[in-house]
């Protein structure tokens, strides 16, 4: 039993990568209904939920850009990828309960929502996860980027990070074993230090508006909820 959650409204950003599972490409349906587990338990403690999810288990306009493509047309590619992750996790969710709406920076009104901010956050207090797609629907911009958008547009109280370890290290605690976890970091720290945590842009847009990061691990069973309490393992940046 944990104690009541310590935030009222979170974004979590998660990358494409966490999707993969064992696999070297694309989504694993049993990864996603893993980490779908987590933000049921999250959204279940009352906690009000929306996600950013990268897409760069399926394509990185960067690497396409560095091998001759046209750099704005590749991001474009990039994005329709967050898009299929955004689904991906809306199947995943929906099969254990959890209403969902996706909304897309860039508007595909077939599939899902245009992004509305006030929708969105209508949705969230509605109990509705809302995830978003599409990244900030501009090219040379990344996920992370939008993850800290959207979390200052929707008044989070922190951006989550769930990465694949447990905070961030002095180094890379699975090629180093004496690689130290920091409890709590300074944005500033972050970026002079040049810690890859999030990309700068998301670091200082989470700065301007005094916006904890906390980053995590996504594999720990049952991690986001214990976090949410105040009781995870994890680095606060703030
Ligand atoms: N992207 C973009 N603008 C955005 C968000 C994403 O152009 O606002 C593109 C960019 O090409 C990026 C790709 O989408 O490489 C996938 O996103 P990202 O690399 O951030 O995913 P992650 O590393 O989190 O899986």
């Known amino acids: 039993d944990l104690p009541p ?7 979590l950003k998660i990358s494409g990568e966490a999707l993969m599972g064992d696999q070297n490409y694309g989504i694993d349906l049993k990864t996603a209904e893993r980490v779908a587990s987590e933000v049921k338990q999250a959204v279940n403690s009352g ?7 990268g897409g760069g288990n399926i394509f990185r306009g960067l690497s396409a850009a560095a091998k001759g493509m046209d750099r704005a047309a590749a991001d474009y590619m990039g994005m329709l990828a967050t898009v299929m992750n955004a689904l991906g996790m809306q199947t995943a969710l929906e099969r254990i309960g959890v209403q969902t709406r996706v909304q897309s920076a860039i508007p595909m009104t077939s599939i899902c929502e245009p992004y509305i901010r006030r929708r969105a956050i209508r949705h ?12 900030t629907g501009n090219p040379f911009f990344t996920t992370d980027t ?4 959207r979390a200052a547009e929707m008044g989070c109280d922190a951006l ?21 976890r920091y409890d709590q970091l ?6 002079s230090r040049d810690l890859k945590v999030m990309d700068a842009a998301a670091v200082t847009l989470m700065r301007e508006n005094a916006i904890p990061i906390v980053v995590f691990s996504i594999h720990d069973k049952g991690g ?5 309490s105040g009781q995870g393992v994890c680095t ?3």
């Open 124 to 135: 969230m207090e509605k109990g509705r996860v809302v995830i978003f797609a599409a990244g």
């Open 160 to 180: 989550f990070k769930g990465t694949q370890v447990d905070g961030v290290y002095s180094d890379d605690p699975r090629k180093n074993p004496d690689a130290e």
């Open 146 to 149: 939008a993850a800290a958008l």
């Open 224 to 228: 986001l909820a214990r976090v949410l």
């Open 47 to 53: 906690v009000e939920v929306c996600l950013v999810i």
């Open 5 to 11: 959650p310590v935030y009222k409204r979170v974004l």
């Open 186 to 191: 300074d944005y500033l720290e972050v970026l």
């Open 236 to 238: 606060v940046i703030g």
